[in-house]
């Protein structure tokens, strides 16, 4: 199991009242990751971005709604999708703080979550983005070819600025002969009007947000159409796009830093 650190303050010996701790706990972590718990998660990632890319809701007024993700966030929900299930631990770091599984309470941060996977994943979105992807040996770890990505695995558009900050994701769905098929969630106005929003009292990051920006996922894959080149074709939108996987860098959860 994960560990949970707590610190208590000292006491005058006569002081027998106890120091209580409450936890938050989004699933229960039963267990470390080991190298079989991560070839079961690329192995199910299939079926999970499959689901969550149809998943369909019930909104308050009574319409059917499809579920909605930025492109980071849909890469989180299928990690966490996986690993509640599992009993297995989780740890995303953003520039606001790390957020775990299970934490020691505090109504500030989690009073507005449900104590279910579903409300961990909401709290992590709301400040976890693309660039979080590139806090290696943190969130994630390097993959140092296509030929070795694996479902579940991480592309992270990078390499098309000065910068080489990532501002777009996508989720490797299936490896197979020279192809590799990805999932992508997308944003919407509220990524470019972001500031507008949250003027008006509105966060489109929020997934629990009316603004949130998030968009139904596109499905597209790469074929390999050289020595170092992978053509990509968006099978939602029809674009294609030749020689476009060296825009990014590719990644794999740090599964070993989540037992940590």
């Not at 209580?20 to 080991?34: D, E, G, S």
């Not at 999970?48 to 492109?71: M, N, P, Q, V």
């Not at 309470?105 to 409300?119: D, I, K, L, R």
């Not at 709290?123 to 590139?134: F, I, N, R, V």
Request: hydrophobic share 35%; net charge positive; glycine share 8%.
């Amino acid at each position: 199991m994960s560990d949970i650190f707590i610190s208590a303050p000292l006491t005058l010996k006569s002081d027998t009242n106890p120091h209580a701790v409450k936890l938050k706990v989004f699933w229960k972590t039963k267990k470390r990751w080991t190298p079989t718990d991560v070839a079961a998660y690329h192995k199910a990632v299939p079926a999970i971005a499959e689901k969550l890319a149809r998943e369909r809701y019930w909104d308050g007024d009574g319409d059917i709604k499809s579920s909605t993700f930025t492109c980071e966030d849909f890469a989180i929900r299928i990690l966490c999708e996986y690993a509640s299930a599992a009993g297995l631990p989780v740890r995303l770091a953003t520039g606001v703080r790390a957020y775990r599984n299970m934490e020691v309470y505090n109504s500030a941060e989690h009073g507005e979550y449900s104590s279910t996977p579903m409300g961990f994943a909401h709290m992590a979105m709301l400040t976890y983005g693309a660039p979080d992807m590139q806090r290696i040996g943190i969130n994630t770890v390097t993959v140092s070819s296509p030929e070795l990505l694996l479902p579940g695995d991480v592309l992270a558009q990078t390499n098309d600025n000065d910068e080489k900050r990532a501002h777009h994701i996508q989720v490797v769905h299936s490896v197979a002969g020279g192809r590799i098929g990805i999932y992508q969630g997308n944003s919407g106005v509220g990524n470019v009007a972001s500031k507008l929003f949250r003027l008006l009292g509105m966060n489109p990051a929020n997934p629990i947000d009316s603004s949130y920006t998030g968009k139904t996922p596109e499905v597209g894959f790469y074929k390999k159409a050289g020595a170092s080149s992978w053509n990509y074709e968006n099978l939602t939108t029809g674009k294609v796009i030749s020689d476009f996987l060296k825009n990014f860098q590719l990644f794999r959860w740090n599964f070993d830093g989540f037992n940590k």
